[in-house]
């Protein structure tokens, strides 16, 4: 499967910065996705990360607090914007090669803010 | 109703043991079932995926797939304490390659 990396592995911010979060893929892959994980809990879909479009956000995620980018087929941006302590969270970019149905993801980010 | 549900545990098991984990879907259309493993602190990592009724075996998984009774689960044989994380289901509709997650079931097993 194709080797994903993310950066940064982990920030602590403060309230009302911004933070970037770069997702990397060593391969073209054809969807890329960005998900939140709130400590102890499971994974919700913030949005699917569109190749030279604007991406598709799911119920309750907004483009001003989480802007996306996909400026090729190997690489992403989610910038957490704003940033209050209830963002705290693991962030995960995951990926769907070609040919495949089944997801893999990053290693993921751990963003606390005070 | 949740349209993934899992029980959260912890299950616990002996080591040697077979751990059995469930999870049952709300939406007939499903048609792609998905086993992640998630050590804590660690990301979800993919070990099991299931697209037709009945057993699919790797190793020592097996998953397995009722699509009329809407569940899918996980038998994981000869438990080892490494098995010892997270286990999240996630089914895919089709058409899309969204996935929703249960909430996963904790296993834990006993040296």
């Known amino acids: 499967s194709a080797v994903i990396s993310q950066k940064p592995s982990r920030d602590i911010c403060q309230r009302g910065t911004s933070l970037t979060i770069q997702c990397q893929v060593d391969s073209q892959v054809t969807m890329m996705f960005w998900y939140r994980q709130q400590p102890g809990q499971s994974l919700t879909l913030i949005a699917t990360?569109?190749?030279?479009?604007?991406?598709?956000?799911e119920s309750g995620f907004v483009i001003d607090k989480f802007p996306i980018s996909r400026p090729n087929l190997t690489f992403s941006t989610l910038t957490v914007s704003n940033m209050s302590p209830e963002d705290s969270s693991i962030y995960l970019c995951?990926?769907?090669?070609?040919?495949?149905?089944?997801?893999?993801f990053g290693p993921g980010t751990r963003l606390t803010v005070l | 109703q949740k349209e993934v549900e899992q029980n959260s545990g912890p299950l616990s098991v002996p080591e040697g043991a077979i751990a059995s984990l469930n999870c049952t879907y709300s939406d007939r259309g499903s048609q792609s079932f998905f086993w992640y493993r998630q050590y804590s602190g660690k990301s979800p990592e993919l070990i099991m995926f299931i697209y037709s009724n009945g057993d699919k075996e790797d190793g020592r998984f097996t998953a397995q797939l009722n699509k009329a009774s809407q569940y899918v689960s996980l038998l994981i044989r000869d438990s080892q304490p490494s098995d010892s994380a997270t286990y999240l289901c996630?089914?895919?509709?089709?058409?899309?390659?969204?996935?929703?997650f249960g909430t996963g079931t904790r296993l834990k097993v006993l040296a």
């Open positions: 996630a089914v895919n509709k089709g058409g899309t390659y969204k996935y929703n």
């Open positions: 990360a569109n190749q030279g479009s604007e991406a598709t956000y």
């Open positions: 995951s990926v769907v090669e070609y040919s495949y149905n089944e997801q893999f």
